[in-house]
């Protein structure tokens, strides 16, 4: 048993507590019993956390008896060396500090043996466990092109964070998908057990099976893990919230810091509730508010208060501020994402040029890597320098990549990178050893890879498998390619990459990042259509010329002067001077799915008031009335949460003679909100409506490659109009229906 040192600290002379409010203060120096610490936007959360460890340590704590829990490593680094600056380094350096997955790794070191692994396991990560999944779906012969390897990765790891077992999923499963997940599910653990190794989410799940295994080693870590301190207590899920409690449940010297109002990840496992239910977990528990905010105006403050007050689920706090009343938040109109990148790079020159700041001070924040795209033209075309957070540009990612590759066959077939690039993007069954073969063929004959494709029927050294896999895909680019000068490159481009399988694959796989990799494959073809829409003459391969160009301003720039670009969820955790938020329309912000609930719009709630409360002195909402989605325009309504920010925050632009000024909105000013509608640009025929209105809700159909289904929802309208069909093959999947094909049953 740990002793306490004799030596306790005077709160008077202490200087730990010199520079926090009497908040702050609190949430400090309340040692015993558990704690909520409900720490608002830009409250100073991190200075609490790591002068209420600092804190611990003086009034005599064992730092060993110290568990902090993070959600990064570089936050559990920082923790560390701030307080190391407080307290002697030898006293911070033996606080237990890391994330989740590292602290617990290393108790199983210790532990493992207790549920047959030893001591050396392996840790898989995400590319170790899609070769195993691969491996073990080649064994019993599941098509992976119905069933995709990551799909299945996905689901398992949705299972094990949500707790749910091999017995319990098998148990649940209804749809062949399902069903073939809890095959695959029960031959990776298998595999996993056998080859002593843990995937990421085992590191959680075997230490809540250790613990639950032995008394005396769940004793053993609730007397060495005295105080317990979480970070970010809003995004723990399921797992994470079980062995936290477990290991609590002796002391209960437990401490959660987070804000209800910033939990975003829900998509991810994140469960809100944790937060929200932790005084029904501990009946005793102390709360502590942090509400005064040092980051932002008031105005902008104001404004996230009474968009954030509109959820239903939340815990109550009001954010106060002493700093100056600022400028009002400007709104925004364009009549398409066009003018909505140039007005917002007009935002940003003319605030540099005013000398009030500079490029860096700039964030533009969106939903979607997608809507990077008509940003990074804009920027690009001015020159002006900017850098993606988060993410990388949009022309650099993979899928986009992928896309190029397939469109450069079409103008160049001696392009053998472009060819190696997207043999298996989607997998057709050309394996490494296939793809040597065939390389050696073409050595072997000193001709191109994909003349060596053309005669891979010449190859003895291939199997004939392999033969009928190449020469269909072959097949496939040689027959665009003799299409590719007589066809209109928007409709050709778009048919070819829809037939290449690339968007079925992310589709089915499913998951939150699949998804946005679909979009933005969209949001590139919309840009390729718009681009002959716009150059009548041009040739197909002028598109790829014109971007190598754009690119190239991309990557000889280095400058820290520039101006960051990132999604919502990448913004989480900074601030920025400006803060531009784009794209703020139904459908896109909040985004929401034809299957989605309350629950969903809260979350995209949360999201915006994320985004509003990362700026410090001046905020912009944008919106345009029409935006390019799947090649042509649709119309778009203003974001209903534009409308639940209180008036007197507000201003709306108006543009007179390419000049704009900005406007307070008044109580008889017609506002650009959903009670507002705009004229599409292009009508929706009535031949459209009446295949659109032949579907219904409740309807049974059949589709070409899922097979028999039944319409679960429809929504939308016209080329925008959706159905979400549950089908027997594969589950839920959400189709539009002007491409899906789709016949009654």
Not at 265 to 285: H, V
């Amino acid at each position: 048993m740990a002793l306490k040192l004799v030596k306790v600290t005077n709160d008077i002379n202490s200087g730990l507590l010199d520079k926090l409010n009497e908040a702050q203060q609190e949430g400090v120096k309340t040692i015993d019993g558990p704690l909520l610490i409900i720490a608002g936007a830009g409250s100073g959360k991190t200075r609490v956390l790591t002068h209420r460890i600092a804190y611990l340590i003086e009034q005599g704590i064992n730092p060993y008896n110290i568990l902090a829990l993070t959600f990064t490593n570089k936050a559990a680094k920082e923790m560390l060396e701030r307080i190391s600056r407080i307290v002697p380094p030898e006293s911070a350096n033996k606080v237990w500090a890391g994330t989740f997955h590292s602290i617990f790794a290393r108790l199983l070191r210790y532990e493992a043996n207790s549920i047959g692994f030893t001591s050396s396991f392996s840790i898989y990560d995400t590319e170790d466990s899609l070769s195993a999944v691969k491996g073990i779906m080649n064994n019993l012969g599941v098509n992976q092109q119905k069933f995709s390897p990551q799909s299945m990765i996905g689901r398992i790891s949705w299972a094990k964070n949500q707790m749910i077992d091999i017995e319990a999923y098998s148990n649940s499963a209804e749809s062949e998908l399902e069903k073939q997940t809890s095959v695959i599910y029960n031959e990776y653990q298998k595999a996993l057990q056998s080859n002593n190794a843990m995937d990421f989410d085992d590191l959680l799940i075997n230490m809540i099976e250790v613990l639950k295994h032995s008394d005396d080693i769940l004793d053993k870590y609730q007397n060495k893990f005295r105080y317990i301190l979480v970070d970010e207590y809003q995004d723990t899920n399921r797992a994470q919230y079980i062995v936290i409690n477990m290991l609590a449940k002796k002391h209960k010297n437990i401490c959660v810091v987070g804000d209800d109002a910033q939990s975003i990840y829900r998509w991810r496992g994140a469960d809100i509730r944790n937060i929200l239910d932790f005084q029904k977990d501990y009946i005793e528990a102390k709360v502590v508010r942090l509400e005064q905010n040092y980051r932002s105006t008031k105005t902008i403050l104001g404004a996230a208060d009474s968009v954030i007050k509109y959820n239903r689920k939340q815990l109550s706090k009001t954010l106060w501020t002493d700093n100056i009343d600022g400028e009002p938040v400007k709104i925004i109109e364009s009549s398409d994402d066009k003018e909505e990148a140039e007005r917002v790079v007009s935002i940003v020159s003319e605030n540099s040029k005013s000398g009030n700041f500079s490029h860096k001070d700039f964030a533009i924040l969106y939903r979607t890597n997608a809507q990077s795209l008509a940003l990074e033209n804009a920027f690009k075309k001015v020159q002006i320098p900017y850098i993606i957070i988060g993410g990388i540009s949009f022309y650099q990612r993979k899928e986009i990549k992928d896309v190029l590759a397939y469109l450069k066959l079409l103008v160049n077939r001696q392009d053998s990178e472009s060819l190696i690039r997207i043999i298996n993007e989607p997998p057709r069954g050309i394996g490494p050893t296939s793809l040597k073969y065939i390389k050696g063929f073409a050595e072997k004959h000193n001709i191109s890879l994909y003349d060596a494709f053309l005669r891979v029927n010449e190859n003895e050294h291939l199997q004939q498998r392999a033969k009928e896999s190449a020469s269909k895909f072959i097949a496939f680019i040689e027959n665009y390619r003799s299409l590719a000068g007589n066809s209109e490159p928007g409709k050709l481009a778009e048919q070819y990459i829809s037939e290449t399988g690339i968007l079925q694959m992310y589709r089915e796989i499913n998951t939150e990042d699949s998804l946005d990799r679909w979009n933005n494959i969209q949001q590139f073809l919309s840009d390729f259509v718009d681009y002959f829409n716009r150059n009548e003459e041009a040739q197909f391969g002028d598109y790829l010329n014109q971007l190598s160009l754009l690119t190239d301003f991309d990557q000889k720039d280095t400058s820290q002067e520039q101006v960051k670009m990132m999604t919502l969820h990448s913004a989480k955790g900074l601030e920025f001077p400006v803060v531009i938020i784009a794209g703020l329309e139904h459908g896109l912000m909040p985004l929401l799915r034809a299957d989605s609930h309350f629950e969903e719009e809260e979350e995209e709630r949360r999201l915006f008031y994320v985004g509003i409360t990362r700026a410090e002195k001046l905020l912009y909402l944008t919106y345009a009335r029409n935006r390019m989605r799947f090649g042509s325009y649709s119309t778009s309504s203003p974001s209903k949460f534009i409308n639940e920010i209180d008036q007197k925050y507000l201003e709306y632009s108006q543009r007179l003679n390419n000049v704009i000024s900005y406007q307070p909105i008044k109580n008889d000013f017609q506002k650009p909100f959903p009670s507002i509608s705009f004229k599409p640009k292009k009508e929706i025929t009535s031949s459209q409506d009446e295949f659109i209105n032949k579907f219904k809700t409740g309807d049974w159909v059949n589709h070409s490659h899922f097979g028999k289904g039944k319409i679960m929802a429809m929504v939308g309208t016209g080329n925008n109009a959706k159905a979400v069909v549950n089908f027997n093959s594969v589950g839920k999947k959400v189709l539009m229906l002007q491409y899906a094909k789709l016949e009654k049953a």
